[in-house]
């Protein structure tokens, strides 16, 4: 069975969304070694950690396999792609 098609008069939920999320398993894993969860303090470095992740300015960047490995295949020094 094909997807629905809009017809215009109705618009379909999923319609021209576009993915704007952003998770790492690696951040989670340095932040519960940094402070304990369920904490406020914790709670105000997820928010903080995540969004200069989101934007390419990962705090753990300097301890993270998953971003020497990407430096590694992109040939650069220091910059990370950014995601949005």
Same mark, same amino acid.
Not at 60 to 80: D, F, H, L, V, W
């Given at each position: ?18 993915? +704007?999320? =952003? ?8 932040l519960?070694?940094?402070? !304990? ?5 914790? +709670?105000q470095?997820?928010?903080?950690? =995540? ?17 020497? +490995?990407?430096?590694? !295949?992109? !040939? ?7 995601? =949005?």
């Amino acid at each position: 069975m094909n997807k629905p098609q809009s017809n215009g008069l109705v618009e379909l939920h999923d319609a021209n969304q576009k993915e +704007r999320g =952003f998770f790492c398993m690696e951040l989670v894993c340095h932040l519960n070694n940094e402070a !304990k969860m369920g904490t406020e303090e914790y +709670r105000q470095l997820w928010h903080q950690r =995540f969004g200069q992740a989101k934007v390419g300015e990962c705090h753990y960047r300097g301890q993270c396999r998953i971003y020497a +490995r990407t430096m590694e !295949k992109q !040939k650069k020094n220091g910059i990370q792609l950014s995601l =949005f």
